[in-house]
Each structure stands twice: as C-alpha cells, then as structure tokens.
C-alpha cells in the first residue's frame, strides 16, 4: 500500500510545507538522505503553545509531536517533489519538548509523532530517536521535532 494511501485511511491530509520563519532552508538532501529542519506543532487550528508540566499534559504534548510529524512529512513530501512515496525511511527524530524543570516524560511526549510515523509508514517509520526537555522554544509551541529520512 502507498503511504499516500495508508495516511488517507488514517484520515490525514498533508498540508503544504511550512515555509521556513528565518534565514535557513526547510530541508537538504545529501545523497538518498534527507535533513529535514525541527518543525513546530502547528495545525489546523494554528500554533499549540504549553510547557508540560506547568499548563499541559502529556496527552496534549503527544497530540502536538504528532502534529510535528505531519509536517515533518509535508516537508519530505516537498523535497521528493510531491512523491511522499519516494519516501524510503525514518532514519532519526530529535524531539525538543517546552517543559518545567522536574517533568521527565519527554519520551511519552515525542511518542506522539513515532507512534503516528509507525501507524502511517510501518516498518519504514521505525526510527533512532532523542527526546529532551527544552527551557522555551520558538513562538512558546510545546514541541519541536527535527527529523533524518532517506528517500528513493
């Protein structure tokens, strides 16, 4: 099944990639890998903004890594020139999740956006990944993911 497909039965729609809000580019790609730069949870509804631990819970800061996800994968979408099945794996994730000092489930948070890789992509969205705590991030969202994929 395509992962065209596979992200259709799950009900998703990939937006257009975000443009980038400064002076670096969105992605680059060295030979079949593909660097795709952190991307902020940002939905339909706009920015989700929080500190885990202080105003928001786990499952509201997994709903905005998978959010994260999306455009990660908006992104790949733009780079493979609108073919989302030149998409060949996940190779890594970076999660950097807005929370207080003594919250430790950043794990649980960036679960967010392996699970939905996972459920959307099977084995090709099983990854190497990091999660760790950040004091703030950019514009007060709760989550920045960055991400490392190879493509076809």
């Known amino acids: 099944m395509s992962i065209a497909s596979r992200l259709a039965d799950l009900g998703v729609s990939l937006p257009d990639a975000p443009a980038p ?10 030979g079949s890998t593909l660097y795709v730069s952190g991307q902020i949870s940002n939905g339909p509804d706009g920015l989700v903004t929080g500190k885990l ?3 928001m819970q786990v499952e509201g800061g997994a709903a905005a890594a998978r959010l994260c996800a999306i ?12 073919d989302i099945d030149r998409l060949d794996r996940v190779v890594k994730l970076t999660g950097f999740v807005n ?6 489930d ?3 948070v960036i679960n967010g956006a ?6 959307a992509l ?9 999660a760790v705590s950040a ?18």
């Open 21 to 30: 809000a400064a002076n670096y580019v969105p992605f680059v790609q060295v």
């Open 53 to 55: 631990g202080a105003d």
């Open 71 to 82: 455009s990660l994968l908006a992104q790949v979408k733009a780079a493979c020139g609108g």
């Open 99 to 104: 929370s207080t000092a003594d919250f430790t």
């Open 106 to 108: 950043q794990s649980k």
């Open 114 to 119: 392996s699970d939905f890789l996972v459920e």
């Open 122 to 130: 099977g084995d090709a969205g099983r990854h190497a990944r990091s």
């Open 135 to 152: 004091a703030s991030l950019p514009l007060g969202v709760a989550v920045e993911i960055e991400g490392i994929f190879e493509i076809k």
